[in-house]
T-cell receptor, first 114, second 113 residues
Framework: DAGVIQSPRHEVTEMGQEVTLRCKPISGHDYLFWYRQTMMRGLELLIYFNNNVPIDDSGMPEDRFSAKMPNASFSTLKIQPSEPRDSAVYFC????????????FGQGTRLTVV | AQKITQTQPGMFVQEKEAVTLDCTYDTSDQSYGLFWYKQPSSGEMIFLIYQGSYDEQNATEGRYSLNFQKARKSANLVISASQLGDSAMYFCAGGDIDDKIIFGKGTRLHILP
């Protein structure tokens, strides 16, 4: 398996634009997590899914953020409208079943909102 | 709410020495897992090692091992024979089984030649 795949790797966008980040988890992994990493706040959990169902989205900062997982092999994190304070590295991670013996990250998407 | 505590913001260690990085997981659940990740300057998150709360043995993976103290809910990462390439940010993460995985603030490790 190729691991968790995120796209794009880098995104530069203007304030007010819509941004969509994508993630393909490892095949067979039931859990998918979206994290945001900044210098000030470290690694924050935004939302996680179990079997494509959102379980906890309490970390989503505002209504401008939304996430979907239409099937087991794809998830999106959307920011609309984007703001400069959304600039961060966004990571997607997946793990198989509830035993949590492994949890792997994608390469991350570095988002810059100007 | 659960919380991961890493008490060492930064460490300097001489090459070839062993390193111990601290991690404690504050949770009321008895079933949980603890993870360690390495984040080099390139930015990717590299999974290192995992310890389940009901695992009988301390986890080991090559030069990485965990000193798991169940009563304290701590899983300190031990890196034996440190190398220059071990210089990186190290994150501890934890999750109650069937629940979210949260991260500590990290420890920046510097290996000195």
């Amino acid at each position: 398996d190729a691991g968790v795949i995120q796209s794009p790797r880098h995104e530069v966008t203007e304030m007010g634009q819509e941004v969509t980040l994508r993630c393909k988890p490892i095949s067979g992994h039931d859990y998918l997590f979206w994290y945001r990493q900044t210098m000030m706040r470290g690694l924050e959990l935004l939302i996680y899914f179990n079997n494509n169902v959102p379980i906890d989205d309490s970390g989503m900062p505002e209504d401008r953020f939304s996430a979907k997982m239409p099937n087991a092999s794809f998830s999106t994190l959307k920011i609309q409208p984007s703001e400069p304070r959304d600039s961060a590295v966004y990571f997607c991670a997946s793990t198989r079943d509830y035993s949590y013996t492994e949890a792997f990250f994608g390469q991350g998407t570095r988002l810059t909102v100007v | 709410a659960q919380k991961i505590t890493q008490t060492q913001p930064g460490m300097f260690v001489q090459e070839k020495e062993a390193v111990t990085l601290d991690c404690t997981y504050d949770t009321s659940d008895q079933s949980y897992g603890l993870f360690w990740y390495k984040q080099p300057s390139s930015g990717e998150m590299i999974f290192l090692i995992y310890q389940g709360s009901y695992d009988e043995q301390n986890a080991t993976e090559g030069r990485y091992s965990l000193n798991f103290q169940k009563a304290r809910k701590s899983a300190n990462l031990v890196i034996s024979a440190s190398q220059l390439g071990d210089s990186a940010m190290y994150f501890c993460a934890g999750g109650d089984i069937d629940d979210k995985i949260i991260f500590g603030k990290g420890t920046r490790l510097h290996i000195l030649p």
